[in-house]
């Protein structure tokens, strides 16, 4: 077999459907059986809707009847407010992952990917002539093994292949906890999604449908609670929402969840070797506040097919493409990165967080432009000075 791609997420079959369509042989395999809830904001920013869009695939995407979102509103815990918006005719979309993941995964199908859920990554053993053996087993089945030419791990934050290949640089060091759930609610911020900052927690609230009153509300808390099981959030996770409610407001009424996940902050040593590809979350990953992680999987995918093309139809240069992977990887995320541990830094600090949300509010122009650069339809360089970020850093 030429490609094993572990994880059906966005990364995985995106990864699996562009193979498909060059010819190449591959399988992928997850754990998970789907349809399957996902712990996620569920928002999928302008950038990733232009990938989508690319891909041929956002049509099938827009058939769950997704919400459009237009821009964000930021608010303090002690009033301080601004809002961002998306130039004209960019969107952000607002979508449950339980659907968003289906839809990516049947076009993948369709396209002749080969898929195998509930199969479970037990190990992996490099082979000595090149390649990999990855042994799975399914259920309380014996295990077996899949041998390959080439493996990708798009399995996420805790990514069995990065481990198991010696890719992982270090332990998270943002020790923070997300509590998912959907709410029925009717949102008074229109085509609008919020984050609110506050000492201690954030909450990222969105639209997910377009018709019918479904929300995504995400609250990311320190790790002083990881021990708790999901249930047993609810009350802290309650509180936290609160705060998002007008008085005079229909109540938010939570109809799925919770799910959980973190800790944050993982880090590769490389997003690839000679003959192994790491591809979304699983290439490193830093804070679930900036919305750019289907994005991220989205390139990272488009970026590994091309490397795994060129490798299966030029072998005796196949490490070639793979460095080049690697390299595009680290271009990719390093304006993101470095954005996001700003932003981290002034999040974390009361006086900062409210001054800059201040400052904001008085620069629309300048709101703007941090949210589309946060939607990757901005470079870094759009952004232009700001020295609130800058002392941050």
Not at 86 to 91: P, R, S
Not at 232 to 243: F, G, K, S, V
Request: proline share 4%; hydrophobic share 40%.
């Amino acid at each position: 077999m030429d490609v094993l791609i572990v994880g059906a997420g966005p990364a995985g079959s995106t990864l699996a459907s562009l193979l498909a369509a060059e010819g190449i042989k591959g399988m992928v395999v997850d754990r998970a059986a789907f349809p399957r809830a996902k712990p996620c904001g569920e928002c999928v920013n302008p950038g990733a809707v232009a990938m989508l869009r690319r891909l041929g695939v956002l049509d099938r995407v827009m058939e769950c009847d997704p919400a459009r979102i237009t821009g964000w509103h930021l608010t303090t815990a002690s009033g301080a407010a601004a809002v961002g918006r998306y130039e004209e005719g960019d969107y952000g979309l607002g979508i449950p992952r339980i659907d968003f993941d289906h839809v990516l995964l049947n076009h993948a199908r369709q396209r002749g990917a080969t898929i195998h859920e509930r199969t479970h990554v037990v190990d992996v053993r490099a082979r000595v002539r090149g390649g990999y053996t990855v042994w799975c087993r399914t259920g309380d089945a014996e295990r077996f093994g899949v041998d390959c030419r080439f493996l990708v791990g798009a399995d996420g934050l805790r990514s069995v292949v990065a481990r198991r290949l010696g890719l992982l640089r270090r332990t998270p060091r943002l020790r923070k906890l997300s509590i998912t759930c959907r709410l029925r609610w009717c949102g008074s911020t229109g085509h609008a999604g919020t984050l609110r900052l506050a000492d201690g927690y954030t909450v990222g609230l969105a639209p997910v449908h377009a018709s019918a009153r479904l929300w995504n509300a995400t609250v990311v808390i320190p790790s002083a609670h990881w021990s708790a099981r999901a249930i047993d959030l609810l009350p802290i996770y309650a509180q936290r929402i609160a705060h998002l409610q007008d008085a005079n407001a229909e109540t938010m009424t939570i109809v799925d969840g919770p799910w959980t996940s973190g800790p944050f902050d993982w880090s590769v040593r490389a997003a690839a070797t000679s003959d192994a590809l790491l591809i979304g979350d699983a290439a490193g990953y830093f804070d679930p506040l900036t919305g750019q992680g289907i994005c991220q999987a989205l390139k990272t995918a488009e970026f590994a097919s091309e490397a795994i093309r060129d490798a299966v139809n030029d072998e005796p240069n196949a490490r070639r493409p793979f460095s080049r992977y690697n390299r595009r990887v680290v271009r990719l995320q390093a304006p993101v990165r470095l954005f996001q541990r700003v932003v981290e830094r002034v999040i974390q600090r009361n006086k900062l967080r409210n001054a800059f949300i201040r400052r904001l509010h008085e620069s629309e122009r300048y709101a703007d432009r941090l949210v589309r650069f946060a939607g990757d339809v901005l470079p870094l360089a759009g952004l232009g000075r700001l020295d609130l970020l800058r002392r941050a850093g």
